[in-house]
């Protein structure tokens, strides 16, 4: 399977980005296993350290299983000021997780991150490609629960 | 061309899409068509509308009514009232309107001309409000070196943040001989509160591709890269589908316009990382490796993109370009200051009665841009600071509203223009917690190459956490300086050099603050 999404891109290290995306959206967990890392590593022709060095430096990959849905919140300062630490408060209880903790049912992951971008509707999230703003804690219950609904 | 009695302009974006837009515009033709107005209500799904009201919005011209939040069981009292009635529906409206008439769409603009106004998913739009015209100036009518010099002659300073003469940074990489140059354009926007380059290309992807290729033109590039982040899908989808329009009308290609210039573009994705912002970063995870910065000199301009000379330019930045090589550098220096030409696009957000999204001229103060961009307060709010240019900007308290924004004015004030982010603080708010906010964000963004910024940002957070806890001294609250301003000299990349710049300001302007949330020293 990971040899397949290899062959996509030419052998070059530049690709190695869009590899690894590729990779980590189309597995179960949203994650990059020691196997892909080897296969990538062979494909590629570059050293599994270098692979592992990339993959750790940036935020979006992961090299833990996570849970079928990843619910991104923003934490820089225009989100924070419009309450983003209250909402988080709420997800943490109603998940009943920590960060970086996907809940028992395998179904959400909860990450912080980075500003998204759409400060207009502080504070945001996004739910793998989803965005949700003017986020309230009865807001994010409700999300949560739609989504919970629907797998 | 069809006569239409109004217009109404809808924002696709990626707000308004979670709320349904799709699933709206279908009810709203639905029921237009049901009362017989499919030829006098003309529909546009458009790009930013220049504000951010919650939900689904939409413009009605040519009567300026600004609609938010707009659910399906709304559309039969919209189209029964405003449109066929003429009577808008007040309480749809924006609250702000009648107090506060939006100057968006009527002021003259360069960067924004067609946001919100065409629909940016149509070459035959944009081709249509005078696109292309400039790309086509630059390749049959100009040589290389003429449109480096209109460039330098307008003035034109980088957007992304330290503004750099744009001209000036091309002309070191048109005269060198490389088999292979780059244009690369630098749409990781990832400064906290700023989100103008997802407007620009989401309301006029075209425009970005336009200024791409005069560029490409005037240094030799015959490839360009668009680096942009993968959270922004909506960008990424409009801007495929315009390199493709591009690409099926002969506007990219080899040979285009039969001039012997070949050109493609295409869009890499990042994988979150502010430090990418950064050009020898940006390079670096381009090739497929960590972002880390390089060492400069050599420079991009000489050797960038697997060691090819490459320019990398901001999105904002490369969109004014079709303007001045349309119009020429005598016309865009109309706009803006001696110093600072042009317009810069401003997100204002926070405790604003309107927030949103403007383009002003250069030099504007910060005070019109809040009063008459963003309708002032919000009710019931008092201004307090602003927090100018995303983290790695400054608080500016009230009595530097007037300052004029522009990278010369606000040097003076040890401040910056940075990336257009302006984020409102009422008087309620703590100046402290905001520091910490940002400081968290250092932490969390340092890449972890010099040792200076990855220390440096560990310990900034550590001792920011230790005052608002209210556990700290004056003595922290002065070392916190030191470690910054050491940092400023000595870190590798800009990211380093940074946070001093929201601490200095805080600790100067609003000292009396740290004071006494501090312990006396026993």
Known sequence: ?151 | MKYYRSHVLIGINETSIAAGVHAFVKGLRAELSKAGLSDEINILETGPLGFFGKGVCLTVYPENVNYENLKAEDIPELVQEHFLKGRPVGRLMLDTVGKFSPKFNYESRIVLRNSGIIDPESIDDYIGAGGYEAFEKALTQMQPKDIVEEVKASGLRGRGGAGFPAGVKWSFTAPLEAEQKYVVVNADEGEPGTFKDRLIMEGDPHQLLEGIMICARAIGASKAYIYIRGEYKLCIMRLQKAIDDCRNYGILGTNIFESGFDLDIEIKIGAGAYVCGEETALIESLEGNRGHPRWKPPFPGVKGLWQAPTVVNNVETLANVPFIIAKGAAEYKKYGTPECTGTKVYTILGDVAHPGLCEVDMGTTLRTIINEYAGGMKKGFKFKAALVGGAAGVILPDRLLDVKMDFSSLNQYAAVLGSGAILVMNEHQSIVDMLWSILRFFRHESCGKCAPCKNGTQQLYRLITKIKKGEGTMEDVELMQMIAETMQQTSFCALGQSPIMAIRSAIENFRDEFIAITKEIS
Do not use: W
Not at chain 1, 74 to 90: F, M, Q
Not at chain 1, 117 to 144: H, R, T
């Open chain 1, 1 to 151: 399977m990971y040899k397949e999404i290899c062959a996509k891109y030419a052998p070059t290290k530049d690709n190695l980005i869009y590899i690894l995306h590729e990779i980590q959206d189309t597995h179960p967990q949203h994650y990059i296993s020691e196997e892909a890392v080897q296969a990538i590593s062979e494909y590629l022709k570059v050293p599994e350290n270098h692979i592992y060095g990339v993959l750790t430096f940036y935020s979006m990959y992961s090299t833990k299983p996570r849970g079928k849905n990843i619910i991104r919140l923003c934490e820089s300062p225009p989100c924070y000021i419009k309450g983003s630490d209250n909402v988080l408060r709420k997800l943490k209880s109603i998940l009943n997780v920590s960060v970086g903790e996907t809940t028992k049912d395998g179904k959400f992951t909860l990450e912080l991150c980075a500003c998204l971008g759409v400060c207009g509707n502080a504070p945001v999230m996004m739910i793998n490609d989803d965005v949700y703003g003017d986020l309230s804690e009865e807001k994010v219950e409700e999300i949560i629960d739609k989504i919970r609904g629907r797998n």
